[in-house]
């Protein structure tokens, strides 16, 4: 049997306020609540994901980052800054525009949207 992606997890000093910000960015609810660790429930059919709490976050920039595609980007970067997101960067290749983002913990994560030209 191949291997599946079924959960990506967060390291984090604040387990739950950045959950806070995951779930209220991805429309979903924490699915479990270990205290230190918490997982949401999947959106779609894409993975969970996992907010873990640890004494020492990984400083820089995150070595792995996940994707996103949406109908409207300008609208939903606007929605995630009003969340505590941060946009870094817009980046774009032919067909394809996306934005760079922070979450409020600095982890880097991309909206894109597919078709659209700067």
Do not use: Y
Request: proline share 8%; net charge negative.
């Amino acid at each position: 049997m191949p291997l599946s992606i079924d959960m990506i997890t967060i390291d984090t000093g604040d387990a739950r306020k950045l959950a806070e910000f995951w779930t209220a960015a991805l429309g979903t609810t924490i699915q479990n609540d270990w205290g230190e660790f918490l997982v949401l429930a999947p959106t779609g059919s894409g993975p969970a994901l996992g907010i873990q709490q640890v004494p020492d976050a990984t400083p820089g920039k995150n070595r792995v980052h996940f994707d996103s595609h949406v109908p409207d980007r300008k609208a939903e970067v606007a929605r995630l800054v009003a969340l505590g997101a941060e946009e870094v960067a817009v980046q774009t290749v032919p067909g394809l525009v996306w934005s760079v983002l922070a979450d409020p913990d600095g982890n880097q994560f991309c909206v894109g949207q597919p078709g659209e030209e700067l």
